[in-house]
């Protein structure tokens, strides 16, 4: 093709393709060629009364640009890379791949419906609109009470829906919404972490495709190649390959590039009312990685697994392990025991760093400024604290603690922080914190370890906290080669450090999503 041509880019017509045409066709004007747009129409624009999972076949969105390409019509076509199928039609190729918009999914809930002291806001019993397999198993494995209804539509649609009423909230992709830079303030938001609702593979990213025998156009595609994106999500696309699926199956993947190392989150069920199985892998290389991911979650070697904690049947932990056939027993080895406080300093933000600390705080009543903010470590840390109806301000999202004070650091920049904690706490945050913070600690509760506790034999082992581990070698148990163990943070690693073990795994996460995906991965 002579580049010096005008260049036909190919799309849907709904407001999002025509955004996404619009900018590549903005990117190529910048180098100097004319860029005309044709809007073709494809089989999931124009079956509006099923849902993704009802409609058959592969493609439902790309097939008809995918001919268009063939029979020369068009030059170029953009899609949304999540519809794409991981295998081309003879003669096509993805010549390049943009920039990632943020990938997470998030959640518009109704306003007089939401109820923060429950996951994700969402009311019990609540009326849910979505028709991604993916989201569906995913969310229903973390608040099964609520119920599930397709929707379809655009995304001004789908939003419209939600406004009148017929559903309490509804499920998007967070791009879209940016992309389109709708108003989003008459409805609660919330977005869903990426590593624990595991999005799309390729979700946020754009394909430009074109037919493999136009290489000067596919020459000048690379001018605006992400070629980091397209590292990352070759391990997404790859997953998907291995399922042989389409962007109706139930899985999810995520990849991700810190420093020189790659992590890969990634879930799959059978069924979208199933509970998907989820793993974490971390490579320095890609090589494989998908490989691994998905033979972790084809083979299924169900295990005895205790933990030092309480737990109960409808707990996210139990329920998916029991699910794919292994043995729970959740018991903590430590009984908690509030420290009264009387006076507490005046601060910009209240840090928690575990639930113990959110309960022990705050069932003595303190009182605090209206405009004061709430930051704590870890998801689970953020259910305890939901549950005084407080939304917190800041979630950490890592099983590295130094991370976490990092991520914060900047939020508490000459600012005071007030620290609830236990007695012994090693204050890992405050160690993170530049010297312009002003922060003071409120000791809240003490541990105290239970005596003569019998422990089942398990395969694996997984400590909630440092006490804990105090607690199980005090009680002179030990741990064997045949076992495996779990730390779900660093503080808990040191502690078992110094009883002599060295060989364990740490999540991704210190919540319930992390210590599954760990002993998945195990």
């Not at 519809?83 to 998030?106: C, K, M």
């Not at 991911?293 to 083979?299: D, F, S």
């Not at 309960?359 to 689970?380: C, E, M, S, W």
């Not at 808990?492 to 002599?500: I, K, N, P, Q, S």
């Amino acid at each position: 093709m002579n580049l010096k041509s005008t260049i036909t880019i190919g799309t849907r017509g709904s407001e999002l393709a025509l955004w996404q045409a619009h900018h590549v066709k903005a990117r190529l004007e910048a180098l100097g060629h004319t860029i005309v747009l044709q809007i073709i129409k494809t089989k999931g624009d124009t079956i509006q009364d099923l849902s993704f999972d009802k409609l058959e076949g592969k493609g439902f969105f790309t097939k008809e640009l995918e001919e268009a390409l063939l029979n020369g019509s068009i030059d170029l076509a953009v899609h949304s890379h999540k519809d794409l199928p991981t295998t081309h039609p003879p003669g096509l190729t993805i010549a390049a791949v943009s920039e990632r918009e943020d990938p997470a999914d998030i959640l518009l809930i109704r306003k007089e419906k939401a109820d923060i002291t429950q996951k994700y806001s969402l009311p019990q019993q609540a009326i849910v609109g979505t028709s991604s397999a993916r989201r569906k198993t995913q969310l229903a494995a973390f608040r099964s009470d609520i119920e599930l209804k397709d929707i379809r539509g655009n995304v001004p649609t789908r939003i419209n829906k939600l406004r009148s009423g017929d559903f309490d909230a509804i499920m998007l992709a967070k791009a879209g919404v940016s992309r389109l830079e709708i108003d989003l303030s008459e409805f609660l938001v919330e977005e869903l972490a990426c590593t624990e609702f595991i999005p799309a593979p390729a979700q946020g990213v754009l394909a430009l495709q074109t037919r493999e025998s136009d290489t000067e156009l596919i020459a000048l595609l690379q001018a605006i190649n992400n070629d980091s994106v397209a590292e990352t999500i070759a391990v997404e696309r790859k997953i998907l390959n291995l399922f042989d699926g389409g962007c109706q199956l139930p899985l999810g993947a995520y990849c991700v590039k810190e420093k020189d190392t790659f992590k890969v989150w990634a879930t799959q069920a059978a069924n979208w009312d199933d509970i998907p199985k989820r793993v974490f892998l971390s490579s320095n290389s890609t090589h494989d990685l998908a490989q691994q991911a998905v033979a972790l979650l084809r083979i299924n070697t169900p295990k005895q697994v205790f933990i030092t904690r309480d737990l109960q049947s409808s707990d996210y932990f139990s329920r998916v392990l029991l699910k794919y056939g292994y043995g729970v027993i959740g018991q903590s080895l430590i009984e908690t025991k509030t420290i009264q406080f009387t006076n507490i300093a005046a601060s910009d933000w209240v840090f928690f760093s575990s639930r113990n600390a959110v309960t022990h705080f705050f069932n003595q009543k303190p009182q605090l400024a209206d405009d004061v903010q709430f930051a704590v470590i870890g998801r689970g840390t953020e259910a305890a604290l939901r549950s005084f109806g407080i939304k917190p301000d800041f979630v950490g999202n890592s099983a590295v603690i130094s991370a976490v004070g990092k991520a914060f650091a900047p939020l508490a920049e000459n600012k005071s922080v007030l620290f609830p904690q236990a007695k012994d706490s090693l204050q890992s945050i405050q160690k993170e914190l530049p010297h312009t913070v002003k922060s003071s600690d409120v000791y809240v509760y003490a541990t105290e370890a239970k005596k003569e506790i019998a422990i089942a034999p398990s395969d694996v082992l997984v400590f909630t906290s440092p006490s804990n581990v105090a607690a199980y070698f005090d009680l002179h148990y030990t741990v064997n080669a045949n076992q495996s163990v779990i730390a779900i943070g660093q503080s808990t690693a040191r502690a078992l450090e110094r009883y002599g073990i060295k060989k364990y795994v740490l999540p991704a996460s210190t919540d319930e999503t992390g210590l599954a995906e760990a002993v998945f991965s195990l």
